[in-house]
């Protein structure tokens, strides 16, 4: 793996070990923060290939409708997918995108720069007429394990003594996307308050007057948006909940 990948690779780890459930409590951290079951249809392999469709601004009639990139993580604050561009490195999110999950293409970039290396080497060591064998400790190396059992200590904890940065920045979070989902969090006294406040505001604005529906109409639909405002430290300073029309439902008479 690419040494500017480690990054994306340890965020994306992060993310899913906060859905593996724990041996020991049988819940996920994920569950035990947001309290509701995570979904886990939308995982995919890190670092397989994935072709991405151009955002609707770039595409053209003629021409490849998608660009090749590698799956690297998943996106904080939407549902979307990140992905790093195979042409220039670039970095995107994006929900529109076909997997290919047994092709690894930052495989073949790696052997391209150890095959560079080891070319490098060889040649260095050919001019060397006295070889220097390294010393190596013959202490037996234990692999540490990062699974279920990594969270132990995390879970386990007097959660009064967890600090709350270390809490948000350990857990990859998502904002609700849906009413039930936050009023069923359990930040759900937040978000209740949250909506409160956009319900007023859009009283107090007069947004719209109550009226009864027209025989034969139907109403337009709409749709709660929340979101979490972060301070520059990672800590929430702000729940927001904002009430929306869903546009395409509207039709002209």
């Known amino acids: 793996m690419p040494e500017n990948m480690w990054g994306e690779a340890v965020l994306s780890a992060c993310y899913i070990l906060n859905r593996v ?7 996920t951290p994920y569950e035990l ?6 979904n886990l249809n939308f ?23 998608t660009f090749d990139c590698a799956f690297i993580g998943y996106a904080q604050n939407s549902a979307a997918y990140r992905f790093m ?9 994006s929900r529109d995108a076909e997997f290919f999950e047994l092709i690894f293409p930052l495989n073949k970039e790696l052997d391209n720069q150890i095959a560079s290396l080891n070319k490098f080497d060889s040649s260095s060591n050919s001019s060397m007429e006295n070889v220097v064998e390294i010393r190596r400790s013959k202490r037996q190396k234990t692999e540490r394990s990062f699974g279920p059992d990594f969270l132990t200590s995390f879970l ?33 006294s937040f978000w209740k308050e949250a909506i409160k406040n ?14 009864d529906l027209p025989v034969g109409s139907k109403p337009i639909k709409c749709k709660w948006i929340f979101k979490k405002k972060i301070k520059p430290d990672g800590s929430i300073d702000k729940f927001k909940a904002r009430l929306v029309v869903v546009g395409y439902t509207q039709r002209r008479e």
């Open 21 to 27: 459930p724990h041996k020991k409590l049988d819940k």
């Open 33 to 38: 923060w947001k309290g509701y079951t995570p």
């Open 43 to 65: 995982l995919k392999v890190w670092g397989c290939l994935a072709k991405v469709a151009y955002p609707e601004h770039r595409k053209t009639n003629i021409g490849t409708k």
């Open 85 to 93: 561009s195979l042409h220039d490195n670039s970095i995107c999110e």
């Open 156 to 188: 386990t904890e007097d959660p009064n003594r967890i600090d709350e940065q270390f809490v948000s920045a350990f857990l990859v979070d998502e904002d609700p996307k849906t009413y039930v989902e936050a009023i069923t969090s359990i930040d759900s």
């Open 198 to 211: 956009e319900l007023d505001s859009i009283m107090t604005n007069h947004t719209w007057d109550l009226e």
